[in-house]
């Protein structure tokens, strides 16, 4: 490979584009390569992708073989593992693998209760051995629960591999109910978004719960996770989502807590977010928390500008529907919008409203989904816990 690219993968990154590869490379899709530098030095044995832009990924600075492949794969499944055993706190629930945080690219394995949901990224980590292998090993830590294979199909179509349908691989059902922070969900393992819930968010759910009181919004409630939370300690909830199927497993969520936590008074508004907000702002409702998690708004570097724009207007309405003393509690999981510009946009967003802002906390995603230093992917989650003043 090239210069540039031997630089990303001395400088820690795990990704080599296409562009990068000298001559263009050429290998079976999925395969193991090692890769050298343009003066012949040995870099690393990488999973290759005949389709993706990231052509190839790291997976170890060692030369290895096939041979030795699933033997590294099991060893790297059990480190994971074990580093979740260490930081996910109050739930039964977590994500397991992280991709390349893992250093494991292309691989996600999400945990729900009894049934775990595994997601290949990548044409290495869809051939049929490699697969097997995960589910040995997974089957060694987990002998007990159901697995579901999850499939995307954008991912399959970027990786010109062939269509597939999600399936459970193992066990006899693939939903469940799981629990975070001592509040409950139905999970369903063939639907929903990502593997099926955001595991993500977790901390940030009792985070925000600290703060929040009073009368709450949140926007794009999804399956309710913020709404749940915020119904244990505020007056009411106003949850919304333009998603009516989502809202109605939020609605089921409602009532698995009701029974067992008193709550306060859920409405389940189906309704486009940035609609509503203008609506409500023009009739002057008020209220003591507010809670934004939108979907990613910029899946590339050229729609920054206008993402940005669209979390301006979100955070301009709610910052003038906050009563003094109100919290907003305000997110971003788009990668290409950095925590600073998500911060310069609160600030002008709030100079425009007239409202002092108090940051309270500057959060990001789970522990369970790792940041792996030199590889700023990892980091995409912002979540900011405001006081309005």
Known sequence: MNHRGAARLRGGHLWVYRSDLVPPGEAPAG???????????????????????????????DEIGEAQLTTLL????????????QVA???????????????????????????????????????????????DAIAEHFPQASVVERVDPHIRELEQLPPRESQLVRGERSSTIFTMNGVRFHFDGLGGQKTGAFLDQRENYAAAARYAHGD???????????????????????????????????????QLNRAAHRCGEIEWIEANAFDLLKDYATANRQYDTIVLDPPAFAKTKRTVPTALRGYKELNLRALKMLRPGGILVTCSCSFHVSEGEFLAMLGSAAADAGRRVRIL???????????????????YLKCLICQVL
Do not use: W
């Not at 343009?38 to 052509?55: D, M, N």
């Not at 906390?361 to 369970?368: H, I, K, V």
């Open 216 to 254: 709450a919004l949140d926007c794009f409630t999804y399956q309710g996770g913020f709404a749940l939370h915020l119904a244990r300690v505020c007056t009411t909830v106003a949850a919304v989502d333009s998603s009516r199927p989502a809202l109605e497993v939020a609605e089921r969520n409602e």
């Open 89 to 135: 706190r109050d739930t039964d629930s977590c994500r397991l693998i992280f991709s390349e945080a893992d250093l494991l690219p292309g691989l996600i394995l999400d945990k729900y209760n009894d049934v775990l949901s595994m997601q290949a990224l990548t044409q290495a980590f869809d051939r049929q051995d490699l697969r097997q292998a995960v589910f």
């Open 74 to 85: 099991r060893e790297r499944i059990a480190a994971a593992v074990r580093f979740r055993e």
């Open 361 to 379: 906390e500057e959060r990001s995603q789970s522990l369970d989904h790792p940041i792996l230093l030199n590889l700023p992917e990892t980091a």
């Open 31 to 61: 395969s193991l390569v090692h890769v050298r530098d343009e003066r012949g030095r040995h870099l690393g044995s990488v999973l290759y992708s005949s389709a993706s832009q990231i052509a190839i990924r790291l997976l170890t600075g």
